[in-house]
């Protein structure tokens, strides 16, 4: 299990939210097993700032999962986040080192999901099948790299597991994701899968924000 991470790196902070760095190993949630969780060190930053601190999940990414993470503040900025997500209106572009590069340079994969619980994975299935919810995938490829080939990713929904599920189903495994077939290794508690950018309207004031995080993956 990975030790206890000090800090997260801030990339954007306003009254209302707070956006980081996730670092790949460690958790969105607390979560029993104990590994160390992003919740629970932004309710011990935010404590520094208020007797009563809040942390609202707005979105998640997996533990082996670096890159853009955005947090509330605010009881009242969830509510205006989480609607923005439901609507589809924010923009997320993800990074990701794949086995085997796509037959063509840039493309859409559509696939139904159904998500395995017990096996904690996403399965695909036939379409229209009891269960199953369409996923789509924008991907180009943007060099060829040491390890396989680099690929932006822009997901058009936020299911589960769907990037990893949608490349491997398509003969594209990101290196590091044993779950999903990948055979060739990665670093320690992570795949090489980033979330880049993320970009979004501030809760207060409906400007429209974009936060990097550059760097893949880490």
Same mark, same amino acid.
């Given at each position: 299990?990975?030790?206890?991470?000090?800090?997260?790196?801030?990339?954007?902070?306003?009254?209302?939210?707070?956006?980081?760095?996730? @670092?790949?190993?460690?958790? $969105?949630?607390?979560?029993?097993?104990? &590994?160390?969780?992003?919740?629970?060190?932004?309710?011990?930053?935010?404590?520094?700032?208020?007797?009563?601190?809040?942390?609202?999940?707005?979105?998640?990414?997996?533990?082996?999962?670096?890159?853009?993470?955005?947090?509330?503040?605010?009881?009242?900025?969830?509510? $205006?986040?989480?609607?923005?997500?439901?609507?589809?209106?924010?923009?997320?572009?993800?990074?990701?080192?794949?086995?085997?590069?796509?037959?063509?340079?840039?493309?859409?994969?559509?696939?139904?999901?159904?998500?395995?619980?017990?096996?904690?994975?996403?399965?695909?299935?036939?379409?229209?099948?009891?269960?199953?919810?369409?996923?789509?995938?924008?991907?180009? $490829?943007?060099?060829?790299? @040491?390890?396989?080939?680099?690929?932006?990713?822009?997901?058009?929904?936020?299911? &589960?597991?769907?990037?990893?599920?949608?490349?491997?189903?398509?003969?594209?495994?990101?290196?590091?994701?044993?779950?999903?077939?990948?055979?060739?290794?990665?670093?320690?508690?992570?795949?090489?899968?980033?979330?880049?950018?993320?970009?979004?309207?501030?809760?207060?004031?409906?400007?429209?924000?974009?936060?990097?995080?550059?760097?893949?993956?880490?």
């Amino acid at each position: 299990m990975s030790q206890p991470f000090r800090t997260v790196p801030i990339l954007l902070e306003t009254t209302a939210i707070l956006v980081v760095n996730k @670092p790949a190993g460690m958790a $969105v949630e607390r979560l029993a097993h104990g &590994y160390p969780s992003v919740e629970d060190w932004a309710l011990r930053y935010i404590k520094g700032e208020t007797r009563k601190p809040y942390v609202g999940i707005v979105h998640r990414l997996d533990r082996p999962v670096s890159g853009v993470l955005l947090l509330s503040k605010k009881r009242s900025a969830l509510k $205006v986040l989480n609607l923005q997500f439901a609507e589809r209106s924010v923009e997320k572009i993800y990074h990701a080192i794949v086995e085997n590069p796509p037959e063509s340079s840039s493309g859409l994969l559509t696939h139904w999901l159904i998500k395995d619980v017990k096996e904690k994975r996403a399965v695909t299935a036939a379409e229209g099948a009891s269960g199953a919810v369409r996923c789509e995938l924008k991907f180009k $490829v943007l060099e060829t790299v @040491p390890r396989g080939t680099l690929l932006e990713i822009r997901p058009l929904q936020g299911r &589960y597991h769907q990037i990893r599920a949608q490349l491997a189903a398509a003969g594209m495994p990101i290196v590091g994701d044993a779950r999903y077939g990948a055979v060739t290794p990665f670093r320690r508690d992570c795949i090489a899968l980033h979330a880049y950018s993320l970009s979004f309207r501030d809760p207060f004031n409906d400007k429209l924000l974009t936060v990097t995080a550059k760097g893949f993956p880490g």
